[in-house]
C-alpha cells in the first residue's frame, strides 16, 4: 500500500522568511496530493493540492510542486506570517472506489515573529 | 454546499465504558465516509471508511466499531473504552479525493 513520509517534523522560521516542508510517497498510482493545515485544536483543513498532470501549482504565498518520476513533492510558503504557525499534512492518494488518502506525519511549523 | 456535522465536540469517558460519536453530512447524497483518530501531538491514522450504506472497512483491529445506518450519517462506537482510546476523533467525507473533516471530538479516557 502506499506510505508517505514528511520532512522535517518540526520547523522554524523567522517571519518573512520561506518555508519548504517536503514528502515522498511510494506508490506510483498516486496522483492527487492534497496538503492540509492544522491549527492547535481544530480539524485540519485543506489548503493546496496538485493533480499528476501537473508539475507546479500556486496560490498566493503557498505553492506546491510535484515530481511524479522521483515521487516527491513539496509545499512551499512564502513571506511567513505569524499565523502561517501550524501543523501541516501532506497526502496522497489514486483515484479508486473508496478516495483512500493516506497522510504523511505532518509538520510542525512555527513562525517567530 | 455541503456540510458535515460531529458531536459531541467533547467528551470525558471512564475506561470499561461504551461510546457513540456520531457524524452526518448535509448537501451531498452516497458520500465516502471516514473515521479519523489522532493522538496527542500525532498523525491522522484512519480507522474506518465506507462506501455506502452498511459497508464498512476496517483499517486496524482495534475495540471500536463503526456503522452507517442511512446513506448521510455515519457512527464510531465501542462497547468497553480503553485508555488508549483517548484522542481527537475526526469524521471526513470526501469527493474526487479530497477530504473534508468535521470539528472533530476530543475523548478523554479516564
Known amino acids: 500500500g502506499e506510505n508517505v513520509e514528511q520532512h522535517p517534523s518540526t520547523l522554524s522560521v523567522q517571519e518573512g522568511d520561506s518555508a519548504v516542508i517536503k514528502c515522498t510517497y511510494s506508490d506510483s498510482a498516486s496522483n492527487y496530493f492534497p496538503w492540509y493545515k492544522q491549527e492547535l485544536g481544530k480539524r485540519p483543513q485543506l489548503i493546496i493540492d496538485?493533480?499528476?498532470?501537473?508539475g507546479e501549482k500556486k496560490d498566493q504565498r503557498i505553492a506546491v510542486t510535484l515530481n511524479k518520476t522521483a515521487k516527491h513533492f513539496s509545499l512551499h510558503i512564502t513571506e511567513t506570517q505569524p499565523e502561517d504557525s501550524a501543523v501541516y499534512f501532506c497526502?496522497?492518494?489514486?483515484?479508486?472506489?473508496?478516495?483512500?488518502?493516506?497522510f504523511g506525519p505532518g509538520t510542525s511549523l512555527s513562525v517567530i515573529p | 454546499s455541503q456540510t458535515i456535522h460531529q458531536w459531541p465536540a467533547t467528551l470525558v469517558q471512564p475506561v470499561g465504558s461504551p461510546l457513540s460519536l456520531e457524524c452526518t453530512v448535509e448537501g451531498t447524497s452516497n458520500p465516502n465516509l471516514y473515521w479519523y483518530r489522532q493522538a496527542a501531538g500525532r498523525g491522522l491514522q484512519l480507522l474506518f471508511y465506507?462506501?455506502?450504506?452498511?459497508?464498512i472497512s476496517s483499517e486496524v483491529p482495534q475495540n471500536l466499531s463503526a456503522s452507517r445506518p442511512q446513506d448521510r450519517q455515519f457512527i464510531l462506537s465501542s462497547k468497553k473504552l480503553l485508555l488508549s482510546d483517548s484522542g481527537f476523533y475526526l469524521c471526513a467525507w470526501s469527493v474526487h479525493n479530497t477530504i473534508y473533516f468535521g470539528e472533530g471530538s476530543w475523548l478523554t479516557v479516564v
Open positions: 497526502a496522497a492518494s489514486a483515484e479508486t472506489s473508496y478516495d483512500k488518502v493516506i
Open positions: 465506507s462506501v455506502g450504506i452498511g459497508q
Open positions: 496538485i493533480r499528476s498532470n501537473v
